[in-house]
């Protein structure tokens, strides 16, 4: 069976150990040097990018956010061992984690490693899609000529040159498709490598939960539930049209991707027509502090992904679902499009408050839509708050000393409250 050496990137025969270093960091698989669409997602970025940069906090649990806006962004792994995860309040967090390190996120630091990240991948194939500033995919469809190595090689020295010359850890995943190769990505995480090969994916597949479909909302997966389809089995049950019939244009989808078929190519200027983030409570909560801390990150985290993009907007959404799983939407176009945090904050932040509902609410997103090259973004003074590009200027400024001294060289202050 076809091996690969994730150490010292031998490719040989079965075996559980590396013939030319004897390590057992060994990757095996019947089509491991067949298939060529990846997915690299980076393990806890945010988190990774601190440890480096202060090697103290190596062994300890680390989470990104914190402050007045008190939501976790992100968490090392050691704290998610702890029970923490993305979106959970920082009270909740630290409950369950109380020598954790809380840090701010450092948008420009982060910024500036995903590009050293994207500049490793273009050296290996010009095929990119980007999804946020550490996860994309790749089509190294052709490449073995070039590189003199199948796919899978090149691919686990992506990862071990991310390591080595960057100092960020990230997981591979394999497959023949977009649709494979991301579920793969976040089955072995961290420094995972896995595959999913063509002629297991129907077993694979099957017993599988559909709310490992990518691209399918929350409000999707309500739908699917109500139908009864809660697995790919059920999702096999169903005919094409009768798909069609009870979910319209998403049923083909679903009905093709329950089979594992998905044709979409990795598009390197994929079209986009708006970036967003949403997060769906465990409880349904009203608690106008804590949903504030949510549209901080979302902000934070849409305005990563367009920054990844290198694209920017200037319709800011609000989206808001109910208790009884209605949704109410809320939207406003800006003066001039943005790809700062502060400006999509400040107007969600304005569009949360004209809503009159106290909640509670199960949802809470925030989008970008009517998209434009990032070099158009963020020119124009806002005459109705002539403060606006004061704040972009400093917070700008504020990032790149962090990024050369230090997260505390310098403070807000109200982050001494």
């Not at 960020?168 to 995943?173: F, K, L, M, Q, R």
């Not at 990795?266 to 708006?274: D, F, G, M």
């Not at 909560?285 to 801390?293: Q, S």
């Not at 945090?341 to 408050?353: E, N, Q, S």
Request: proline share 6%.
């Amino acid at each position: 069976m076809p091996s690969l050496c994730r150490d010292c990137l031998t490719p040989f025969e079965t075996g559980s150990r590396c013939p030319a270093c004897g390590r057992p960091r060994v990757l095996s698989h019947p089509e491991l040097f067949d298939l060529s669409i990846a997915h690299m997602d980076c393990d806890a970025f945010y988190a990774s990018v601190e440890k480096r940069d202060n090697p103290e906090l190596a062994a300890k649990p680390v989470i990104i956010g914190g402050g007045r806006r008190g939501v976790v962004s992100t968490a090392c792994y050691i704290a998610r061992i702890r029970g923490v995860r993305s979106a959970m309040p920082m009270y909740r967090a630290l409950q369950l984690c109380p020598d954790a390190v809380v840090i701010k996120p450092r948008g420009a630091v982060y910024a500036q490693v995903s590009g050293q990240i994207r500049a490793l991948m273009e050296e290996l194939t010009p095929a990119i899609e980007p999804l946020s500033l550490d996860e994309a995919f790749l089509d190294l469809t052709g490449t073995a000529r070039l590189h003199g190595a199948p796919p899978a090689v090149m691919l686990a020295r992506l990862v071990k040159r991310m390591q080595e010359e960057i100092g960020v850890t990230g997981s591979i995943g394999l497959s023949h498709n977009k649709f494979l190769a991301k579920i793969a990505s976040d089955l072995d995480k961290p420094r995972g490598f896995a595959v999913i090969g063509q002629a297991e994916t129907p077993a694979f597949l099957r017993p599988k939960p559909v709310r490992l479909l990518w691209g399918v909302g929350d409000a999707g997966q309500a739908a699917l539930d109500r139908a009864g389809i809660r697995t790919f089995e059920d999702l096999l049950r169903w005919e094409k049209r009768d798909l069609v019939q009870r979910f319209g244009s998403m049923g083909e989808r679903l009905f093709h991707l329950a089979r594992g078929e998905d044709r979409r190519r990795v598009t390197r200027n994929a079209p986009v027509k708006s970036i967003s983030n949403e997060t769906t409570f465990d409880e349904d909560t009203g608690d106008r502090d804590l949903l504030d801390g949510h549209l901080w990150r979302l902000s934070e985290k849409t305005t990563d992904r367009a920054k990844a993009k290198g694209m920017a907007g200037r319709t800011v959404t609000l989206k808001l679902r109910r208790a009884n799983f209605t949704l109410m939407s809320r939207r406003m176009t800006l003066p001039d499009a943005t790809q700062m945090a502060d400006t999509l904050y400040r107007a969600a932040r304005g569009l949360f408050d004209q809503v009159p509902e106290p909640g509670p609410w199960r949802l809470i997103g925030v989008g970008l839509s009517d998209l434009v090259p990032a070099s158009m973004a963020d020119r124009l003074p806002d005459l109705l708050d002539p403060h606006a590009a004061t704040r972009a200027k400093a917070e700008r400024a504020a990032d790149e000393i962090r990024a050369r001294f230090g997260n505390d060289a310098i403070l807000k202050g109200r982050a001494l409250r």
